[in-house]
């Protein structure tokens, strides 16, 4: 029997490269999930870790929609919302605990999700424009006051009975290494072959039989519930907040950012580019935010104008380069690209 | 299929590598404990402020507010510490959130875990102090609330807040329904933005009229991003009301009375809530023709406090603010910047030990007796300032211009109001 299988680029790999594969797959997933459960030891301000783990899972979030379909979601930030609020609705009505309220805000944002599938519809800028409408909607409903008996509407939400600073930060490693399987495994599965095949051409992959509102759909709801459960796990480290807090678009723009800048369609860019982009926010954007806003700009402006593969797609041409010379051509970077 | 059990191999070798390192890792964190024994070299005060964003305009006085004090306070040789019956030298480590609640709270956690401060004070306003509470309680640092009026922030089992600047505000309007109900004004209406601090005052308002058999001819929230009022404005016109109060920051203020000043409507008495803070910025985003005849809440400096035992008194500080820092106008988010610090600086000076805790303890000891230039410091048991006291103030025409003037209650009063506001 031949030693070969059928990868996700549907060329036939051998024995050697399927192994090759699945231990960078490992690597992808291992890395960063044992870098940031090691970064306690060297950093003691867990609010900030907890931060950039919750921005990497965002920015996964938007790799997995925006990467894998090309629907680019300015109101992702409704998921993140919703995911919040699904955590405390979880405590403060039905009593559950800080992880099964985790689990919780990300069924919340799976449903909100849901509701909003409708928006699939819709392509290009009116895709984005309505999920920033929904997610401020979404913002508007939370805080009104007909629902403080529910949400506590404007009145904020206090989880501080079940806050765990070490609780929350070690479910936000969980969540991360949740979160690189998802894409590890999207990237390497049917679903994803489909959504990449839906991305290059909608009818042709329509006409080759492919159910273009379910692969999308998939892929939606999958980046629902990762935006649902970074909301829901921020809420549990900050344990007091209001709707404007986890509304935010800022929050949004942030998570497309970073997921642009180290490159969307791959396993680590996203990664990549939170953990960096983040650090330099909090490094110079505190002290001097005039210098970080200018550098920002400059960052987006290059990247939208030379670099629109993000960080992955230096990795990927500088491999490439490397691997023309020694003769092999075409190999596969780490994290790999092939999704674009 | 083969994608599924791979996902069930690495999901599994990542739980039980993420199980090994939190091992590790727990037992390799050193435990942060406060000495108290030793006084340290210098007492580090530790706050956030905005420099951009919705929370500046009041961050950035407040900030200055606090500057003002440690300034005083280092040119008196620093700051009294009862525990080590010694002067201190205070440094102020201040960090720019810019409006963001994400990235205040990674700063809050800055300033205890890495910059160890002795007091932390959090940036303006609730949804920005909102993100301190939790990381102070858990590291057992005292927050000393300067200007948050979060109704979910104070609870029995968290000793670790104090207000020290502003009342909750569900007290404030309590004057203002007063002066309603007095005035006999039956028929009105209250927009507010959907926010704690404004809902609370709606709440209070609600009540307290219902309470004298009035209900509100309009009563509806409106979220916190809204600029654009006309149609909420022929809205309200369309039930003839008598008054019409409108909470929100100033953010929404100063669109609301813009847009009313071209809309062609004429309520006979119309509330806001900011002019009376930040009065030299109304005046400037607002102008004198929109102000006229408005109401607002009396704050300080408008309402002075002339005999106090902490601190200097409110016409002290305004000169001494003025001269300290020119170009800043001196406005209430500034002085609750110096109350607080000034609440600060007595709880270390009737402190028995260098904690946070016997700072909080002595501050309950001297709740009620301490008067500074922003009024009564006085809070509940669970560390709520309750000793604010905030009469109606009207704009009223003075040579070239407008003033605020207290016209309600009678024995603060230094104007009569104008009801009905005329219409030039």
Redesign the interface.
Known sequence: MPNVAAGASGQRATSAQIWRRRAIDLASVLVPTVLFALARTVDSNLLLLVSIMVYVVLAQGVNVIYGFTGYLPFGYVGFFGAGAYGAYVAVAHLGANAVEATALGGVAAVLVGVVLIPLLRLRGAYFAIASLAAALALSSIVSNPAVTSVTNGPYGADLTRVFSSGGSYWTAVVIVALAMVSVVALRRSRLGLLLRAVRADQVSASCAGVNVVAARTGAWLLSALLAGLAGAVYAWSISVFYPTAVFDTTISLFAIVFALFGGVGTVLGPVVGAVVLYYVYNAIGVNDPQYFQLIFGVVIVIIALFLPGGLAALALGARRRLGARRGLGGAQPVGGSDVR | MK?HH??LG??G???A??GV??VA??Q??AV?TRVSSKAPKQIIVGTLYS??GAFAPDSIPELDGIKFWVNQMNKSGGVYVGAFHKKIHVKLVA????S????A??????LI??NHVNIMIPDFG??LT??A???A??HHQLLFDATAS????F?PN?PYIVGSGIRNSAFWPDPLVQYLVAKHINKVAVLY????F???Q?ATINSGLKAHGITPVYYQ?T???TTTYGTLINSIAATHPQAVIELGYNTNDIPFLNTLTTSGQHFKMVFTVFPGQLPQLFQQDVGTKGLKYTYTYATPPLLPYAKVNLGLNTPQFVRAFRKAFPSVPVTYPAMAGYGTALVAQEALDKAGLFTQLSMRRALANVSGKVTTAIGQFKITKDGAEEGEFLPVGQYLPTRGGTTIKIIYPKSLATATAKYPAPTS
């Open positions: 994608v791979r996902l690495l999901t070798v990542c739980a590598a993420a390192v939190a890792a727990t390799a964190q942060h420099s951009s960090y720019n959130d810019q963001s609640p994400t990235t709270a990674t700063l809050y956690s800055q875990t890495q609730s949804v909102a993100p509470v939790a990381i309680q858990e979060g109704t979910v922030f609870t968290n933005d959907a926010n704690d404004d809902a609370a709606a929230s979220p916190t991003t």
